[in-house]
Nanobody, 121 residues
Framework: VQLQASGGGLVQAGGSLRLSCAAS????????MAWFRQAPGKEREFVAA????????RFADSVKGRFTISGDNAKNAVYLQMNSLKPEDTAVYYC???????????????WGKGTLVTVSS
């Protein structure tokens, strides 16, 4: 199984970025997909999750109203659209997959390598 995240970069506060995660080696529709992030010196935290089976999305309070998560089963891909970015959104963002629709990292079975998002003030 491989999860490949991309789309990170440097953006000014108030700007937008779209992260992508391409999955291979798993039956995509059987998994919930999630994004987590880890800022320098901080623990990893949940950002957003999507479940096709539950037709549901979940977001951390810190990103509600600014971030959206979507997916494309045909492309085995999940996306994180990040708007109104703030300096505190600066982190390495990881995509993850798990058969449990969860906001906890311990429930994720597969992780991709992260992509760095830097938001300047």
């Amino acid at each position: 199984v491989q999860l490949q995240a991309s789309g990170g970069g440097l953006v000014q506060a108030g700007g937008s970025l779209r992260l992508s995660c391409a999955a291979s080696g798993l039956t995509f529709s059987n998994y919930a997909m999630a994004w987590f992030r880890q800022a320098p010196g901080k623990e990893r935290e949940f950002v957003a999750a999507i479940s096709w089976r539950a037709s549901s999305t979940r977001f951390a309070d810190s990103v509600k109203g600014r971030f959206t998560i979507s997916g494309d089963n045909a492309k085995n891909a999940v996306y994180l659209q990040m708007n109104s970015l703030k300096p505190e959104d600066t982190a390495v963002y990881y995509c993850a997959a798990g058969r449990t629709y969860s906001t906890y990292g311990r429930d994720m079975e597969y992780w991709g390598k992260g992509t760095l998002v830097t938001v300047s003030s």
